[in-house]
C-alpha cells in the first residue's frame, strides 16, 4: 500500500510534469484577447459539461471579482451553465 507521502510526492511530481507543458506563448495570447474583450465592451461565455462547467464558474468568478476588482473597467462575462 502506497503511503500519504508517496501518494503526494507522485502527486506533485504529475502536477510538476503538467504545469511544464503549458506553452506561456498561447497563456499570453489568451490574456491579450480578454483583456482586448475588456477594453471593448465585449461579452465572453464561457461553458463546460460536468466538472467542466464548476471550472468554467469559478472561472467567472474570479475574473469578475478578482480580474475586476478596483479596475475603471469589469469584465462582461457570463457562465452558460450557470445562466
Not at 12 to 37: G, N, P, S
Not at 45 to 52: L, Y
Request: positive net charge.
Amino acid at each position: 500500500m502506497m503511503s500519504p507521502t508517496e501518494f503526494f510526492r507522485g502527486y506533485l511530481a504529475a502536477l510538476d510534469e503538467a504545469l511544464k507543458k503549458i506553452d506561456v506563448e498561447k497563456v499570453e495570447q489568451l490574456v491579450h484577447w480578454l483583456r482586448q474583450a475588456r477594453d471593448n465592451g465585449q461579452q465572453i461565455f464561457v461553458c463546460g459539461n460536468g466538472g467542466s462547467a464548476a471550472t468554467a464558474t469559478h472561472f467567472v468568478c474570479d475574473m469578475l471579482k478578482g480580474a475586476s476588482y478596483s479596475r475603471a473597467r469589469r469584465f462582461r462575462i457570463l457562465g452558460l451553465a450557470d445562466n
